[in-house]
């Protein structure tokens, strides 16, 4: 069993996930084990080092470390928003939790957004049923209205029988998604536009694509390609980099750009990380 991650969310990425069903994830990451010593919302944003505020919550999804992501030492600098150069959380009521950067990828099957009070009380909004069925929420919540077909460019795929699909690992199995149309038994919709099949692991090449480039002398990687424009991740957190491309902080120390002609990058560079099972 891989180790269980946690995320802090911002109020904006939580109402991404809650009414978007936003499924990319990466940034600043502990291990659930390590933090279950701040056990209120008001010991977190202080280890964080989060501003107040006054909703009286904030919000967490806990889910298994994606089976390509990989997890490195946050940058040794400081920054104008709360980093953790030293590689660790602010330490609160004697707890010292590690912290680290994780890459961009799609969330692991089985993840769960939490709410946690500020009075320690903690409750389950929605669970993520990997590529095919994306983010449902509990019966006693607000649905999940939106789901979105998983990019190519993140999140992990898999190739089977010489064709490739988006894929959720489970242990020795793959469910393999398709946003085509399957016709044999060995297939079933999901849901509008998707289709499922479960294969085992050995059968299958898993990996993750990683779609490189420069964009005005700044590293990047491609998220998503439509029509000969890209949305495209920073490859630093340098404010001054980010300010050149007139990139916006969708998470703390994450840059994105949108909307850049593909004409634009240069030094282009296709890879896969492949699953070492």
């Known amino acids: 069993m891989r180790a269980v991650l946690q995320k802090l969310l911002h109020p904006g990425m939580s109402q991404l996930v809650r009414e978007r069903g936003y499924a990319q994830v ?19 944003r ?9 909703s009286g ?13 990989t997890l ?6 400081e920054r104008p928003w709360p980093s953790y150069p030293l590689g660790f959380l602010r330490p609160v009521d004697g707890a010292i939790v590690p912290v680290w950067s994780m890459s961009t ?17 903690q409750e389950l909004l929605a669970a993520y049923g990997g590529a095919a069925r994306g983010w449902t929420a509990l019966p006693d ?28 690992v489970h242990g020795d199995q793959v469910e393999l998604t398709s946003y085509v149309q399957q016709t044999s038994t060995e297939w079933s919709q999901v849901r509008v536009g998707a289709w499922t099949r479960t294969v085992p692991l050995a059968a ?34 340098d404010p001054k980099a980010a300010a050149r491309l007139s990139a916006v902080m969708v998470d703390y120390g994450v840059f994105e750009v949108s909307g850049v002609p593909g004409t634009e990058l240069s030094d282009k560079r296709l890879t ?5 099972a």
């Open 105 to 121: 990828t799609r969330y692991s099957p089985g993840a769960e957004l939490w709410r946690i009070s500020d009075d320690g009380q």
């Open 57 to 69: 919550h904030v919000d967490v999804v806990r889910f298994e470390v994606p089976v390509c992501a």
């Open 272 to 276: 896969a990380d492949q699953l070492v």
């Open 26 to 44: 990466g940034g600043h990451v502990v291990a659930a084990a390590d933090a279950t010593g701040l056990r209120t919302a008001n010991a977190l």
């Open 72 to 77: 490195t030492a946050p940058p040794q600098v």
């Open 204 to 237: 299958c090449d898993v990996y993750e694509l990683e779609f490189t480039a420069t964009l005005r002398g700044v590293p990047v990687r491609v998220l998503e390609e439509y029509d000969g424009a890209v949305r495209a991740l920073l490859l630093t957190d």
């Open 141 to 168: 919540q607000p649905p999940v209205e939106e789901w979105h077909p998983s990019s190519r460019f993140f999140g992990t795929r898999a190739v089977h029988g010489g064709t490739e699909f988006a894929a959720d």
């Open 46 to 54: 202080e280890a964080y080092g989060w501003p107040s505020d006054p």
